[in-house]
């Protein structure tokens, strides 16, 4: 089955050429160098930008491929910004009428779990951690067409406050890489920041911002000189103790057969190796597959239609 997949849910213009289970080209313009200069999205920019570039990477892709033959093309209906699923949608369907195809609407977080499938086979019933810039969830997956929510954050979402505690210690956007590598890192003490952890499938994190944010403001008041890797890296220990408690405790009432990680998050090296001992099935997808892609919208379209 021949595919040709769109994702712009967010700031992320990505499309996907793929002929079962692999993905012939994928080509993806990242908008990041330009939501930098803010210090997070713009959400009008961000579909502004989808506008100039979907039609920049299809003539980079009939340039060397003929898409004449594809089977349908898939795109990112929900969730995400607004008006960026629009231009993906737009972008779709008048691609679909050109080359009379049918569209397919695909999950964006759906999606996130089955881009596991390009390095592994699911094995069922599973048990997701779906972790982005906008979501933080637990999912119970069944099949690829029974994927049932078990509870998410009831405030940001873990991305969201890796990228907040970042321009808090003006490291930079997106703050998970940075946090991450300074972590990586780090070998000295850590601040307590940690969590209550409370054993139920919902996550919240506002708390912990809250904590982080009021530490550095105080301390800048204060004129007192702050030590970036440490509360970079405190932050980020309790942020991942958090998420492999609260995945451990679903295990233990669900007993999945396997567990699954996915989402921006999920290219953490710290939460990737935790994650991992929790579970003698434990699939970790390939990092490129994280963050926001094409490739996944492809391959959960792929396996949809196959059922
Ligand atoms: O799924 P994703 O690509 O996009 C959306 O949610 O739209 O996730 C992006 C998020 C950002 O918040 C970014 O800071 C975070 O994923 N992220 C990371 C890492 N790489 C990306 N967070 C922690 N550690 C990382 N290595
Ligand atoms: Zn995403």
């Not at 991942?240 to 290219?267: C, D, H, R, Y």
Request: one cysteine or more; glycine letters at 6%; a negative charge.
């Amino acid at each position: 089955m021949k595919i040709l997949a769109i994702e712009t849910s967010h700031d992320d213009t990505s499309i996907a050429l793929y002929d079962t289970k692999k993905i012939i080209k994928e080509i993806t313009v990242s908008q990041t160098s330009f939501h930098q200069l803010y210090g997070g999205t713009l959400p009008e920019f961000a579909s502004r930008l989808h506008a100039i570039n979907l039609p920049i990477i299809l003539k980079e892709l009939l340039e060397n491929y003929d898409l004449s033959d594809i089977d349908h093309i898939a795109y990112t209906a929900t969730p995400g910004l607004i008006g960026s699923l629009q231009m993906g949608k737009i972008f779709a369907e008048a691609l679909a009428l050109v080359l009379n195809k049918k569209v397919f609407p695909i999950n964006h977080m759906h999606a996130h779990i089955y881009a596991v499938c390009f390095n592994h086979e699911i094995i069922y019933p599973s048990l997701a951690l779906i972790v982005s810039g906008g979501h933080t969830q637990l999912w119970h997956v069944f099949d690829i067409d029974k994927i049932v929510l078990l509870g998410e954050t009831k405030d940001d979402a873990v991305g969201e406050v890796y990228d907040k505690i970042a321009r808090a210690l003006k490291l930079g956007f997106p703050g998970g890489p940075l946090i991450d590598q300074i972590s990586s890192q780090y070998e000295g003490e850590f601040y307590d920041f940690s969590l209550l952890h409370e054993r139920n499938y919902d996550f919240s994190f506002s708390g912990l911002k809250t904590k982080v944010t009021n530490f550095i403001n105080q301390a800048n008041m204060k004129n007192e000189e702050i030590d970036v890797n440490k509360i970079a890296s405190s932050f980020q220990k309790s942020v991942v103790e958090n998420l492999i408690f609260k995945t451990k405790w679903a295990i233990s009432q669900l007993n999945p057969a396997s567990i699954i990680i996915g989402g921006g998050v999920a290219a953490n090296s710290l939460l990737r190796s935790e994650f991992a001992k929790l579970h003698a099935k434990a699939l970790i997808p390939d990092k490129k597959f994280t963050t926001d892609n094409a490739s996944m919208i492809a391959i959960m379209s792929n396996y949809l239609l196959k059922k």
